[in-house]
């Protein structure tokens, strides 16, 4: 969600909403490869703590560029806001997917499956349709408050935004670190 607000302060809704649409392309692979590596490691605690350490790693990444933001130009040339391949990182390195495939998601999935397809269908259509929708409306409502588009507002928000992925860095990593002390 950070991600893709940052990316529509800095370039616009449309890219913002590439991020958002990022699980679309991701979960599956994550949900069939957690289901089939979780199920047959020994030592599932390790495998969950390494995934929140690079995780962490990664988001801690995106929240110091987000810090040292520096104001720009809403009309000059900026860089290649490479959108969908960040949001595609990011879902990938995000250690809350595989957490969510490897214990509620994959089982939500089966159990209903087991009772009635239709209940796994409507599922993952209401779930996807929330956290991708959600998304893709705060993308559009923070492209039409023109008040982000000021270069000192976009800055304080950049930093905000990095500082709040700093924090859920943090947390990951000091999650991950549990998952080898536990």
Not at 8 to 19: F, L, P, Q
Not at 26 to 49: H, M, Q, Y
Not at 70 to 97: Q, T, Y
Not at 161 to 176: D, E, R
């Amino acid at each position: 969600m950070t991600l893709s607000i940052a990316q529509t302060i800095k370039y616009n809704a449309g890219e913002g909403i590439k991020i958002a649409l990022a699980p679309l392309i991701t979960d599956l692979p994550i949900a069939v490869i957690s289901i089939l590596i979780i199920s047959r490691l020994p030592n599932k605690e390790n495998c969950l703590g390494i995934i929140f350490l690079i995780g962490s790693i990664f988001i801690a990444r995106l929240g110091i560029k987000g810090i040292k933001s520096i104001p720009i130009e809403i009309d000059e040339e900026v860089e290649s806001p490479n959108s969908l391949k960040k949001g595609i990182a990011a879902n990938f390195l995000n250690p809350n997917v595989y957490i969510f495939w490897f214990t509620i998601g994959s089982v939500a999935v089966v159990d209903s499956w087991a009772v009635n397809p239709l209940s796994s269908i409507l599922y993952l259509t209401g779930f996807y349709t929330l956290l991708i929708g959600s998304r893709i409306i705060l993308s559009l409502i923070v492209s039409k408050t023109k008040a982000f588009r000021h270069p000192d507002v976009y800055l304080v928000s950049m930093k905000i935004l990095g500082s709040a992925l700093i924090v859920f860095a943090a947390y990951y990593a000091y999650q991950g670190i549990g998952k080898f002390i536990s």
